[in-house]
């Protein structure tokens, strides 16, 4: 068992092959789209492999200490070259290929024109707790 | 209420409903039921007998539950087949539950999950919170492995090597939360051990005691690792060492030989070492030959080349090295050891980084990074 991190990517991850932003779909082919990421869930937690999943805001913001008695120093939003986590989800998983199986099945979900979007994942194992044997 | 009590009950209840004929899923809720009423009856008054009580109920609430027009049948043929009132003394019904556990139609964490909770007796919300999952993931993987078995016939003895392989990954699951698995893994190979006589068993119950006696000094109080040679002796849990080494002599006396005793026996050689460089290598490296013929496995072949390293030195265990497929687990780190032992610190340290990058955990990741830090600076 082993639990898995799916990152989709506002920007960052290379262009999917539907790629079309989702202001310019239809309210249908949105509807569609999340009631396929909701069954996926759902589907999942039937199988037990479910763990959590939650969706980001697209403005994150860089931010870091600037020394004693200062405020954090921030970069502002939306700067040009940021990689943008759009959402996850965690799935936890007999093997690493029901995990590239199950971000495939995920990155078919439809997009414009109904049509899979094929976007890309990444999928990241979680370091675990060290296991009990390790000499 | 005594709560110990019940958790030991709970299998052996559960298996005499099996026995009896009762599909797997409607006797575990049928013994869930049972021990509901136990813990709102007996604080008034407790039974002379707590397991015939439970079977009793259990047995009655099965019965309600299959009561529809559909099971009438059932049901009357099963009430005839009912076993005479009388104490419940069975010892080995537990036995065909770890089988049943351990199917091989099950995925390993559906067995693992099933196992600790029908043998086990532990909450659904105990097992989840070993896992890290939420609760009703556990509760969908554990109804789902029910399902699975449901059907299953138990009426020839399953594979043991199944059942030992699921104890064995319960055990190396550590523990988190406030179950430890190692423990609960040891308990449940203890019980198994008790109910089925077989050298294999009593290897792995070896083999568990051993590396559990090390337990102690393998990691600082904030999770740094330890490693073996640096390991304060002191802290080893000598009780089990002699334990676990009694078992696995007697084992090994019957001469049927099998991977978790040949495991067993380098783990007490290990730990019958007084000190890292009093350890016996030439007879570790002899136990994984024995190793290599039973199991054929690359990381058995790679943690040799370790030992040949220490029996022969580093140039003789980079050469065993040499004949393995780079990408099994943990070769990176192998090899570093071996070059900063052969004096090689450039070659190590930039092994040491490889490795850890390719660590699976935190402790061992830092524990490499550590490594190649240390040997860096020094250069």
């Known amino acids: 068992m082993a639990k898995y991190l799916l990152l989709k990517h506002y920007r960052g991850a290379p262009e999917s092959v539907n790629h079309v932003p989702m202001e310019k779909w239809t309210q249908e082919e949105i509807t569609a789209h999340v009631q396929y990421m909701n069954d996926f869930a759902a589907r999942l937690e039937e199988t037990g492999e479910y763990v959590d999943s939650q969706a980001l805001a697209p403005g994150g913001t860089f931010v870091r200490y600037d020394g004693e008695g200062r405020p954090p120093v921030t970069d502002g939003p939306f700067a040009e070259t940021k990689d943008l986590i759009a959402g996850w989800m965690v799935i936890d998983v007999d093997s690493y290929e029901r995990a590239l199986a199950l971000a495939g099945e995920l990155s078919a979900a439809p997009g414009a024109g109904g049509r899979p979007i094929h976007e890309w994942l990444e999928l990241r194992p979680f370091l675990g707790e060290s296991p009990t044997v390790t000499e | 209420m005594n709560e110990a009590l019940l958790r030991s009950l709970t299998p052996s209840v559960l298996g005499i409903l099996v026995r009896r004929g009762a599909d797997f899923a409607a006797a575990e809720d049928a013994v869930q039921d049972a021990l509901v009423e136990a813990v709102r009856v007996w604080p008034d008054d407790e039974p002379r007998d707590p397991k015939g009580w439970l079977v009793t109920v259990a047995w009655r609430k099965f019965l309600d539950a299959t009561r529809s027009e559909a099971a009438r049948r059932r049901r009357e043929d099963l009430v005839d087949e009912e076993p005479p009132p009388g104490p419940a003394t069975s010892v080995d019904d537990t036995l065909q539950l770890y089988f049943l556990c351990a199917h091989p139609s099950l995925t390993p ?27 009703a993931t556990m509760a969908q993987r554990i109804s789902r492995a029910k399902r699975t078995v449901s059907g299953a016939r138990l009426d020839r003895a399953g594979d043991v090597a199944t059942v030992l392989r699921v104890l064995y990954l319960v055990f190396n699951e550590g523990y988190s939360g406030d179950v430890d698995l190692a423990a609960e893994a040891i308990r449940l190979t203890r019980q ?69 005793q040949a495991q067993a026996a380098i783990a007490a050689l290990h730990a019958d070492a007084p000190t890292a460089a009093e350890t016996d290598w030439v007879q570790i490296v002899e136990w994984y030959d024995e190793l290599a013929r039973l199991t054929d496995s690359p990381v058995v072949r790679l943690n040799r080349a370790v030992a040949v390293g220490e029996a022969d030195g580093p140039r003789a265990g980079l050469t065993a090295l040499k004949d393995l497929d780079a990408t099994v687990p943990r070769h990176a780190a192998v090899a570093a050891y071996l070059h900063e032992r052969d004096g090689d610190l450039t070659t190590a ?22 490594r190649a830090a240390r040997l860096n600076a020094r250069r």
């Open chain 2, 349 to 370: 340290a930039r092994l040491y980084a490889e490795a850890a990058h390719q660590a699976s955990n935190l402790a061992e990741r830092d524990h490499l990074t550590r």
């Open chain 2, 192 to 260: 198994l051990a008790a109910a089925i006589d077989h050298p294999e068993v009593a290897g792995l119950l070896a083999l568990m005691l051993l590396h559990h006696a090390r337990r102690a000094s393998r990691t600082t109080p904030d999770g740094v690792l330890v490693p073996l040679a640096e390991q304060d002796r002191s802290r080893w849990h000598t009780a089990s060492i002699a334990e676990g080494i009694g078992i696995l002599q007697a084992a090994l006396a019957r001469d049927r030989l099998g991977e978790f």
């Open chain 2, 109 to 135: 964490s559906s067995a693992v999950a099933l196992t600790l909770r029908a043998v086990g007796g532990l909450t659904t919300r105990q097992i989840a919170q070993a896992y890290l999952v939420p609760e």
